[in-house]
């Protein structure tokens, strides 16, 4: 669907509706609230300076929903100040010599990734490159919004709690495969793409190369292997973003003093996915625990936040050759999604909770700078589901519960139900089992010019337009 925009005659059914709107609250004595100020600024058509792009991976509706309820069912999220929804379809193709490719109705996160990065659909596993006969076989590499946002002149930002060369920030300045080549050592699946064949190299070399202006997540390990090939050659990737000029920090107190200026800034807080922010009881079959609240602040202090790096990056991208010509940042909250796989309920809940506030840092940027759009999706739905807490007896569910008290006094009950099991009769392979995508729909917000494009049901390849592509 890439090219889709906005129907004339739905952009011109809400311009009546927002003047009407504005004419019966003159009448009243009234005054505009802000979903109408929005709509009237959106049907300007400008085109933002800025783009804030922010993914909860596997952050589908019950995620988002279970977030709001642990705090409390009248607690305004940050997301909730967005005045555009929409739901977006996030369907992947299956492997072929030639198209037609069939659809995969259970994506993962770098075929979804891949289709709002670069406006096409791919197979799972691949990062920015099409659809070809299997998944180890290369295909046709495809131009990323961020790579287009750096022709433009502009200054791009990739953040990320999960590691840096994981799928969703991979998809952005990489091209690859198989998602799994993240570091120099671990292109055994992808020879044909590493740089002593030919290749562009491995995930993280290639983010590097592309000079990001700010990169910033976990994955230490992959930067700290050996480049077996090209110029950099016995180097490390952290050796190398050195020697291309990238300022190198490992803490949030590095991260804080960076200065500001062009160089580009390569933040490494971990040697995998950083730290969660809540943690809280284990999931079980069948009914579940006693119910308890979540445990907050678990994150080390050495680690910046989610809202702090998506601060630090807007300060950072908000200079020098940003402030003329605009920039591109993509802030994923990644462990939504891994914790869905794991059934840890407040693991998911604190990890969409500090995405809500990175939602809220790049909103409040954006209020001194109404040029900004802002967008928030999932790359993905995922297997959490609310429950009933009193169920009993023969209404039990059937997959692996967990019970918490929420900021209201109240059970809120979550139950994973999509992990395989080995047949009949056959264990699960892990205890929890690791839980499955599923394929439903995924909610879509937007706040700023270009926001009403986000409006109805349509597929994720139409954001890569909407991002600038």
């Not at 995969?104 to 996160?109: A, E, G, K, L, T």
Request: charged share 15%; net charge negative; aromatic share 6%.
């Amino acid at each position: 669907m890439k090219g889709k925009r906005l129907p004339v005659v739905l952009a011109l059914v809400l311009f009546a509706a927002a003047i009407g709107a504005v004419a019966t609250g003159a009448l009243a004595g009234g005054k505009e609230d802000s979903t109408e100020q929005a709509v009237k600024a959106a049907l300007k058509d400008r085109k933002p300076k800025n783009v804030i792009f922010l993914l909860g991976d596997g952050m589908g509706t019950q995620e988002i929903t279970a977030a709001r309820y642990y705090l409390g069912v009248n607690h305004e999220l940050n997301v909730d100040r967005m005045p555009f929804t929409g739901f977006d379809a996030t369907w992947s193709v299956k492997p072929a010599a030639s198209p037609p490719y069939l659809p995969d109705y259970d994506p993962d996160s770098a075929s979804t990734g891949t289709a709002w990065a670069t406006g096409d659909k791919t197979i799972d596993e691949r990062i920015s490159q099409g659809p070809s006969s299997a998944e180890n076989v290369p295909g046709v590499n495809l131009e990323t919004v961020l790579e287009l946002a750096q022709q433009q002149g502009m200054k791009v930002g990739d953040v990320s709690t999960a590691e840096i060369t994981d799928a969703t920030p991979a998809v952005l300045a990489a091209h690859m495969s198989l998602r799994g080549c993240q570091g120099p050592a671990n292109m055994g699946a992808c020879p044909l793409e590493t740089k002593a064949a030919g290749g562009l190299g491995s995930i993280a070399e290639q983010m590097v190369d592309h000079h990001v202006d700010v990169l910033l997540g976990g994955g230490r390990a992959r930067f700290s292997q050996t480049i077996t090939g090209g110029p950099y050659t016995g180097k490390t990737v952290v050796a190398s973003a050195q020697a291309q000029g990238h300022r190198y920090v490992t803490d949030a107190d590095g991260l804080a003093t960076v200065p500001s200026g062009d160089k580009p800034v390569l933040g490494l807080f971990t040697n995998g996915n950083m730290s969660l922010e809540w943690s809280g009881p284990a999931a079980s079959t069948g009914k579940g625990n006693a119910a308890v609240a979540c445990t907050e602040g678990q994150r080390p202090a050495n680690e910046p936040s989610l809202a702090a790096m998506t601060k630090r990056a807007i300060d950072l991208l908000d200079d020098g050759a940003g402030k003329k010509k605009g920039f591109f940042l993509q802030v994923e909250g990644a462990s939504i999604d891994k914790q869905d796989h794991a059934t840890n309920a407040c693991g998911q809940l604190g990890e969409t909770v500090a995405f809500d506030r990175a939602i809220g840092v790049a909103l409040d940027y954006q209020a001194s700078h109404p040029d900004t759009l802002v967008v928030v999706t999932a790359d993905h739905s995922h297997t959490s589901q609310i429950v009933s807490e009193d169920a009993s007896g023969s209404g039990l569910p059937t997959g692996y519960s967990t019970n918490l008290l929420t900021k209201d006094g109240q059970v809120l009950s979550l139950t994973y139900g999509t992990a395989g099991y080995g047949g009949a009769g056959a264990p699960p392979a892990a205890v929890p089992p690791s839980q499955q995508h599923t394929g439903a729909v995924v909610p879509v917000w937007a706040s700023g010019p270009g926001g009403l494009a986000v409006l109805g049901t349509n597929d994720h390849t139409d954001l890569f337009q909407t991002l600038g592509g």
